[in-house]
């Protein structure tokens, strides 16, 4: 698995379902400066939506990628403010 | 301009004002400042729009029924939403210090059940099928009850416990969890309804 960003932080949030991979991506993003990137890797399907919801319906973030893996989906969003 | 230009006065506004009998430069500065507040109200009220809010209203208290608006609670404070659940009746428990480390599943009544209704109202099928929802839970990787009302409250979801059904159940209202605002009713709960983007009875 690689990305063409460069994370800050990663947050590992595999083994837990729905909400806490949003719940604890909005946390860890609020403790990171603007143009940070997080790193969020989950194995909640859910979380392909979930995640893209949730950047979509909120200020100051920006999904920049997903990737799809074997059971594993990585996140990464910017914080933009 | 030139100044011998009176007879065309349509060209610059505050000449044009002072030059005017009909509009006075104070009456001028005072629309224009009414003007600037206008404009102010406005954008703070876009602003206010924004900011999304929601009231759930929790009224069942059994460990299946105290999920949904827990979860949903704390999702809506991780997109920066206003989040007030008013708990009241049987919803008061999943606030309880006590009684929410020990909510049940009603075995009876529920036809998804791998049990008959006869077999599932024998004594101690509920703890039974709590305890089956409680592993399939841990093995889920779903949060707990504490863990959620513990998010809620730390992203600033405002869980209300019902001033009456407080008393009505002989309950005290340093029965709940700290961070839990007590001393409310269904006018505050209205209240926070009429201000919703959106309003859920669970």
């Known amino acids: 698995m ?12 595999k083994g837990q379902s729905c909400p806490m991979p949003i719940v ?12 940070d990137v997080l790193e969020v890797v989950a194995t909640d ?13 909120t200020d100051g973030v920006e999904l920049l990628e997903q990737v799809e893996g074997d059971d594993i989906y990585t996140h990464y969003v910017k914080k933009t403010e | 301009m030139s100044t011998d230009n009176q007879t065309t006065p349509i060209e610059d506004g505050e000449a044009d004002a002072e030059s005017n ?4 430069t104070a009456e001028l500065q005072a629309l224009r400042e009414r003007v600037e507040e206008v404009e102010e109200s406005l954008a703070e009220a876009d602003l206010g729009d924004d900011q999304k809010k929601m009231t759930i209203v929790a009224t069942q208290g059994s460990f299946d029924m105290a999920y949904p608006p827990l979860i949903l609670a704390s999702t809506a ?23 929410s480390k020990d909510l049940k599943l009603s075995a009876v009544g529920n036809p998804n059940m791998p049990v008959p209704n006869a077999v599932a109202a024998l004594p101690g099928m509920d703890t039974m099928a709590t305890k089956m929802m409680q592993k399939k839970i841990d ?5 707990t009850i504490e863990e959620l009302i513990d998010l809620s409250l730390e992203s600033g ?19 709940f969890h700290d961070g839990v605002t007590t001393g409310v009713g269904a006018a505050t709960a209205l209240q926070h309804m009429a201000e919703s983007d959106i309003q859920l009875l669970v």
């Open chain 1, 24 to 35: 604890k991506t909005k946390q860890a993003i609020d403790e990171l400066e603007a143009g």
């Open chain 2, 157 to 175: 979801v405002d869980l209300q416990a019902c001033q009456m059904t407080i008393e009505l159940m002989d309950y005290d209202e340093d029965d």
């Open chain 2, 77 to 99: 404070a991780a997109f920066g939403w206003e989040v007030v659940v008013f708990h009241t009746f049987w919803g008061l428990d999943i606030l309880h210090e006590e009684k």
């Open chain 1, 2 to 13: 690689s990305s063409e960003y460069q994370s800050t932080e990663t947050l590992d949030v």
């Open chain 2, 21 to 24: 009998p009909e509009i006075d």
């Open chain 2, 139 to 143: 093995d889920n990787g779903t949060a």
């Open chain 1, 45 to 57: 399907s859910g979380s392909m939506s979930d995640i893209r919801g949730w950047a979509d319906g």
